[in-house]
C-alpha cells in the first residue's frame, strides 16, 4: 500500500510546504498531544520566528544569516558545524575532526519530520499500551519511575538510513528522493537510560508479543502533497526490543536536549535512525505483526535491483566512511598531510580501512585509532605527501569484523537509502 511519494531532492514547494505547516502549527490546526500552544510559541521562539508573520520564516539556503536557523530546530547551527536541509541539519564531516569519539550535543546533525517539540520533563509520561500485555490494558511510567529501574550507559551511533544519499546523484548519476544529504547526518553518543526490555516487562509484556511500535510526542507528520501520516512511529521486532534497546534521558552526561528527544527518546543501537524515535510518548505492544509508514511505505528498498514490492522493512546500517575534510580541499604539495576519517558499520566493528589517494587504483592501510566496535565508529589517520599539483580523489574503504566490505557502487534504491559505496572524495593539491 503505497500512499504518497516522498518529496525528492530538491522539491521545488518545499519552502511553501514548510511555511503551510507553520501556519497550521500557528494557527492551532495540527498539534501532538503534549504539546501545548505555549510550548510551541517558545519553540518557535528558539527558532528565531515567534512574532514573525508565518509567512515570513527564514528559508533553508537563502543567505549566510538564514544558514544559522532551521524552522523547529531549537538549538544554534553555526555555519562551521552545520548543512540545513529544510527541517533538518546536517553536521559537516570536516568538522568533526575537532572532535573526539563522542559527538558534541551541540554539534549532532538533527533529522526532523516536523518540528523539535519543548516537552516539559515533570510533566511527562510514557504510556505502554496493546494486547501484547498480559492484561491487555496499558501502564504508564513518569520520568522518576523510569530512573528507578537500573540505569545502563551505552555508546551507539545515530545515522539517518538516507546517509549518504546525494551520492546516488553526484557519484552514480541515479535520481532518488529524499534529503540530500552526505555523509554527515551521523553522530555517537554516550547515552544513558534504561533497558526497553525492563519497562516492558514491568508492564506487564505477555507470551504473546510479537511487535512494539515507539511514537514521538511530534506534530503529526504531513507529506508534501498534504497526507497526514500520523505521528512518527516504527515498530520494532520484540526480540530487538528486548535485546539492546534503551530508553535514553541524558545524552553524553547532560539530559537529552529538546532537538534529541527530551526527555526520552528510543535509542536502537546499529539500526537505522528512524527507529530511535525521539520524544516517545506511548509504546504499543502487539501480538500481531504492526505496520506504520516508516515500515511499509519508507524504510524499504525499492527499485530495479530490488524484490518487486519492494524489500523487507530495513534495519541495520550499512558499513561506510568518510574523511574530515571539505570537498574540494585544498592542501600542498611536497608536505606530509595527516588525513583523518571515520568508519562504521551496523553489523560488527570496523576492522580494518584501506585509503586511495589515485580513486583507487592503489591502496594503503589506514591507522585505525579505535577499537572496532559494533554499532559505534571508529576514528583512522593517513598520512600522504602529493608531489605534484593537481585534482585527486581521495578514497576510503571500511571491513567490519562480519566480513562485509563497501562495495564500488550501491544498487540503486527510488529513496536513495544504505549508501554504502566508496565515495570519491575530490581534492587539489596546490
Ligand atoms: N519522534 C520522532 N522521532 C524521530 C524522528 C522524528 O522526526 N520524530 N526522526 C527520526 C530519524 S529519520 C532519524 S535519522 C533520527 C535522528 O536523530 P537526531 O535528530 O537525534 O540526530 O531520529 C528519528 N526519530
Ligand atoms: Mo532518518
Redesign the pocket.
Known sequence: MRTSPPAPVTHPSEASYDRRRLSQWLSGRAHAEGVSRRTLLRLLGAAGVAGAAPFAVPLAGAGPAAAATAPGIVKPLPEAWFTVRGTNAETRFASLAETGYHTPNER???????ATPVLDASGWTLTVWGDGLDHGGSVEFTLDDLKRFPAVTRDAF????GNGRSLFTTQQGQAVSGTAWTLG?I?AARWRGVRLADVLRRAGLGRRAVDVMP????AD?VTADGTNLG??RRPLPLAKALDDVLLAYEMNGEPLPP???HPV?VLVPSW?????????GDIQVSAQPLYSPWNTDFYRLFGDAHPVGGSAPLTRQTVKSAWELEWNAGLARDTTHRLTGRSWSGAAGVVRVEVSADGGAHWWPARLHDAPRRGGWVRWSADWRPRSPGAYTLAARATDAAGRTQPDTTAHNTQGYLFDAVVRHPVTVT
Do not use: Q
Not at 158 to 161: D, L, S, Y
Not at 272 to 280: A, D, N, P, R
Open positions: 549532532f546533525f538533527v533529522r526532523n519530520h516536523t545515530v545515522e539517518c538510513a547526518a553522530g511514537r514521538g510526542l511530534d507528520y505521528r512518527v532537538d534529541h528527544g527518546r537505522i535512525g528512524v527507529s530511535s524515535v525521539k520524544w516517545v
